[in-house]
Each structure stands twice: as structure tokens, then as C-alpha cells.
DNA sequence: CCTCCATACTCAAAAATCTGACTAGTCAGT
DNA sequence: ACTGACTAGTCAGATTTTTGAGTATGGAGG
């Protein structure tokens, strides 16, 4: 049941819409959690249910109206005991992974390409996180901001984030020259 | 549905029962996916009713009998088009990547323990990973090994596992110190 | 003797997640 | 005038994953 968590856990910055949420799962809370717009209405739905956040409607002239959301009391009661609570372990579970366990035995150049292309994307998101982390932080450096900024929460799990995605981009970069240099080395076998 | 492929991937480097798999999917195959026991003994049944593996009992004098299964053609081929195919990006679900967006407004006491004992199991899986790594090569080094191995898929994804397991251990070091210096700064007003 | 652990599986049901389709208005570009 | 993208959602249904409880046998340790 952590995407309701989560969910309060992003709605701990400000108030936010749905659409909103949706937005922020795609970037900054897509460090620790990933989830469908769908999902987060959903959740929202039975957040203000239970009482762990309140939504107020905004009218908008030029655009549809929306409902922001905030944590109540209630919510942030129901994660500090998230908090104190045992957490399970965290899986990768990756396609592309799973097509580099058997690519030397079904052929390896559509994987080539893919762990390319997977490294690209990373590259993207790590300029992405960089771009954040520097907003965050603002202008003091990052041992300062670490020890004497007021909000560190986002920034951490960007921290990690930033980790996973150069450690991907490495990983991709470094296998698919290793089966490139084999396709080279047995000339076409496969 | 890539389930199915782990478990056809996994199957790739020899014959199977569903218990061993499940032992796979601790270990090995847990770089790249995870999946509990029951899982594992229904997608088999799923995937040789497709005819994408072959099963056959295992008569055992001191133990209960077993299935083994092994990929069919069919299974190779599906495989196949699995790896041609699309890969959907990959996503990080922590729980504890959660309490730490939340940490420096929920209590950041219980969080760090957690970190703590996070590093320590990353600690014991890269001790695990490392032996495993060993065991796949042999005497032989690594650069040796990747360009001449004849099968290099498993050691390829366990090289994926052990980088993000060193990775997730550094995190949570390093977090776990900013979060116990910023209480030593404040003395306990959280 | 008794309990725990390992092997080897099975079944049912709940919960979480994903897929896909749909509404409806605004704005920018061609 | 039309197309496509962005805002701001909703609904239904399928699929996947998790939770929890069993079955049955053999060997090891106290």
C-alpha cells in the first residue's frame, strides 16, 4: 500500500491537483515511485475518503477548474507511522534485463540497439535531474543545502535517482560494446 | 507479460524444477526480475500449455518427486520476438525511498535505522553477487571472459545487480549520515 | 521424541497495477 | 479551418502481483 504514501509524500510540498501529481510522478516522486494518472485520482479519491488529505476546488476562467489537495493531520500521522513501519525490499524488474540474460543465445542486435537507445534516455534524465538538484539547492552548495536547508526530502531521492540513472547509462554503454565487440570478434555467427 | 520471458530466460542455461526457479528468482534472475514461488509454478503451467516449455517428471527415491523443464523451439522463438520487441523503461519502487522524501517532516529517527540496515543487505547481496560473479567466470578475468565466454547473459545481468547494489548501499550510507548530522545541528528538536 | 528446516508443490482470493477509451475546453501553428 | 498538444479529469475491465493457507515427506539437531 505504499502509493498511498507516496502520494502524501508528494502532496507534503504544497498543494497539488491531480494533474499535477500526475506531473511530478513523471519526474521528481518517478525516483521513488511510479504510478499512472489514473492511479493517483483514484488514490486521491480515497485519501479525502479516509481523511488524509482535504481537496479544494479552483475555478478556473480559461481553463477546466481542478482540485488541489493537501495533507491533513490525519495524513501525516498515517506516515510517520509508514515511516517507523519495516519496509520491504526494493526489486529492479526490467525488460531489457531480462533480454541481455538470454541475448546470447536468441541473437544479439536488437538488444544492441535497445540498450543504445536506453542509455540515451538515461543521459536525458540525468540533465533532467541535474537541472532539478541545482534548482533545489539553489545557490549554496550541496554539503551546505544537505545540512542546513529546510526541505532535504526531494532532494535525497534525487540524489538517488541522479545514482540510478548514470549507473544504467554506464551499465547500458558497457554491454552493449561488450556485444558488439562479440558480434566483430565471430563475425556474424548470430 | 514478462514474467513469462524471465522464467524463459532463466530456463535457458539448463533444466529446472519450479522450486529451483524460485531459487533463481532469489538470487541470479533477482537482478533482473522477482516473482514468488506461486507465481513461478503457474506461469510454468501457463507456458507448457503453450508448448513454449517441456516438462518431465522426476521420480526421487528420498525426496518428493519434480517437474524439470526445459525451453522448446517454440519457447526460443517467442523468446526471440521478446527481445526484438520494445522494452518499456524501467522504474525504481522503494518503500524506504518513500520514507525519506517524507523523513525531515514526518520523524527522522526510525528512517535512519532503516538505512542502515538497507546498507547492510546491500552489503550481504554484493557479497553474494561478487562469489556469483567469481563462479560464472572462473579462473579467467573479466574482459577475458566477456569476450570469450560462451555464455555471458547471466553474468552480464549480475554485473547490472551488483553495480545497483553498491550504489543502493552508498545511498543509504550517505543519507543515513546527513539525516544523523542534521539531528546532531538541531539536538533533537524532531 | 519433537521441532525445525528443506524439498516440492497447490489453491483461493485480495490488492495493486496497467490498458484503453472517453469528455471537453484552450491555445498555437499551418 | 484543421490539427495537434496541453489542461483536467473519469470509467470500466483485464492482468499482474501479493497474501495467506495448505499438503506431504525426509533428515538434522537438541
Tied chains: 1, 2.
Excluded at 499535477?20 to 525516483?31: E, H, M, P, S, T
Excluded at 529492479?92 to 537507445?117: F, N
Excluded at 543545502?145 to 526530502?153: Q, T, Y
Aim: proline share 3%.
Amino acid at each position: 500500500m505504499a502509493l498511498r504514501h507516496a502520494v502524501l509524500a508528494a502532496l507534503l510540498d504544497g498543494e497539488f491537483s491531480g494533474y499535477q501529481l500526475a506531473k511530478a510522478f513523471d519526474i521528481g516522486v518517478a525516483n521513488f515511485w511510479h504510478a499512472l494518472p489514473q492511479q493517483l485520482y483514484a488514490e486521491l479519491a480515497r485519501l479525502e475518503r479516509d481523511g488524509l488529505v482535504a481537496g479544494r476546488q479552483v475555478v478556473q476562467e480559461t481553463r477546466p477548474n481542478k482540485r488541489l489537495f493537501r495533507v491533513t493531520e490525519a495524513g501525516r500521522a498515517e506516515l510517520e507511522a509508514f515511516a517507523a513501519a519495516a519496509s520491504k525490499p526494493s526489486f529492479i524488474r526490467d525488460d531489457l534485463l531480462v533480454k541481455v540474460q538470454a541475448a546470447d543465445r536468441v541473437g544479439t542486435a536488437p538488444v544492441i540497439g535497445q540498450l543504445e537507445e536506453r542509455a540515451s534516455a538515461a543521459e536525458a534524465k540525468i540533465e533532467l535531474l541535474s537541472a532539478l538538484l541545482r534548482q533545489l539547492r539553489g545557490d549554496v552548495d550541496e554539503e551546505e543545502f544537505l545540512l542546513r536547508g529546510e526541505r532535504i526530502g526531494p532532494y535525497l531521492t534525487c540524489l538517488r535517482g541522479l545514482a540510478f540513472e548514470r549507473e544504467h547509462r554506464d551499465w547500458c554503454l558497457r554491454i552493449a560494446a561488450v556485444l558488439r565487440e562479440r558480434r566483430r570478434a565471430t563475425h556474424g555467427e548470430r
